[in-house]
């Protein structure tokens, strides 16, 4: 490492730093090395500087950078540019003839995503698959599982390497997901998994989020909590959901009064959304608060349903949160003034889609993956809640 590195340029600073791991045998030969965003948090910086370094290291064949895979400490004894040439080929193996390197394209369909949820893990896509080399095709159903056929069918036609699918919410997965998994092509479904069908899945652990918005709801006081949703029909999401609140419930010797759900809430879903079903749905929870006037607490399962519970409020004249107190999953940054700052449980979505985008390539490589992988989900206290009154 050289004796003064302050007033260099932070690019230089880490291909030199890297370049003496790699001498000292910190990184040994064929091992990978830390990636553009792993260097960038390291070091504080940007990816364009982090991406500079791992450039000069690899124009002094101090590593080799594989499309799709990342950067590994090059074997001197084989030729270099023929490595870059040829990812596919591991440190030591004999050298083969010049080629391009494989382009991969992943396919992505979505039921749809917006601010308060989906947005966050088409960036991690979008990130992880920069970082690796390889393209995303995003396509959307609309949670109707007829586009999602279509959209598989479209995309395999298309050549795609891999599919990431947000399966359509329904009381059944469609034939062509069954098709991708008997012939075992790489395929992660995000948000939620299809039970019974052994299909890599990446989502929230969504019963030990539910059950810890419900316990801090029960540490303001409140018992006699709404339960706000749309019909669960097989979605495993909800499912996980109501399960998570009624442990909750079983854990502190508090009765579960299902008479106060609403859980046949329509509109937000994806094909749903009219406005005749917001003011439907309006209407629904208004008569649901007048004939309950017990309910201190509203738990919704997604952030549009808590807009629809809080308008549904005040539009009778309750207080949020001084009458009602609500909490939901996820909640849309409010840095810049908009929107209202629900208390609710963060899905890590950004990790969630570059999760999805790994396993992919993972999978193509022959590397061994989990069957389920589960998130953990942030409580972030906003202005929703409060102290039940006395």
């Not at 965003?37 to 500079?52: F, N, P, Q, W």
């Not at 092509?185 to 969504?206: E, W, Y």
């Not at 999760?355 to 490589?365: D, F, K, N």
Request: proline content about 5%; hydrophobic content about 40%.
């Amino acid at each position: 490492m050289t004796n003064d590195t302050s007033s260099k340029p932070m690019y230089e600073k880490i291909f030199e730093e890297v370049k003496q791991r790699i001498a000292t045998k910190q990184y040994e030969t064929g091992e990978r090395i830390p990636s553009e965003k792993e260097l960038a948090d390291e070091y504080g910086v940007s990816r364009i500087t982090s991406k500079k370094a791992l450039e000069m290291l690899a124009g002094e064949k101090l590593i080799v950078r594989k499309p799709g895979r990342g950067s590994f400490v090059a074997d001197p004894e084989v030729d270099f540019a023929d490595s870059a040439a040829n990812p596919d080929r591991g440190a030591g193996q004999p050298a083969r003839s010049f080629g391009k390197p494989e382009l991969v394209t992943i396919g992505l369909i979505m039921t749809d995503f917006g601010n308060s949820y989906g947005t966050g893990l088409v960036y991690g896509m979008e990130d992880a698959s920069r970082e690796r080399d390889c393209y995303l095709v995003l396509r959307r159903s609309f949670g109707i599982a007829e586009n999602e056929e279509q959209s598989i069918q479209k995309l395999l036609q298309l050549g795609v390497g891999g599919l990431i699918v947000f399966p359509a919410q329904g009381e059944y997965f469609n034939s062509e997901i069954l098709k991708l998994v008997i012939r075992k092509f790489p395929l992660v479904l995000v948000d939620r998994h299809l039970k019974g069908v052994a299909a890599t899945s990446i989502s929230t652990d969504n019963v030990t989020a539910a059950k810890q918005a419900t316990e801090y709801l029960f540490g303001l006081g409140h018992s006699h909590i709404a339960f706000v949703s749309p019909p669960p029909a097989d979605t495993t999401a909800v499912e996980e959901r109501i399960e998570g609140f009624i442990r909750a419930h079983a854990e502190r010797g508090i009765v579960v009064n299902k008479e106060l759900w609403a859980s046949d809430l329509t509109s937000t879903l994806p094909d749903c959304f009219r406005k005749e079903n917001i003011d439907r749905d309006i209407e629904g929870l208004i008569d649901h608060l007048k004939s309950k006037p017990a309910i201190t607490a509203v738990f919704a399962t997604e952030y549009n349903l808590a807009l629809l519970a809080k308008t549904a409020a005040e539009r009778i004249g309750l207080r949020i949160p001084e009458d009602l107190s609500i909490v939901c999953f996820d909640s849309p940054a409010t840095q810049w003034g908009g929107g209202y700052a629900f208390t609710h449980m963060r899905q890590d979505e950004e990790r969630m889609g570059r999760l999805a985008v790994e396993r992919i390539l993972q999978i193509r490589e022959g590397v061994s993956v989990p069957n389920r992988t589960m998130l953990t989900a942030e409580l972030v206290i906003g202005e929703s809640t409060g102290p039940v009154k006395a």
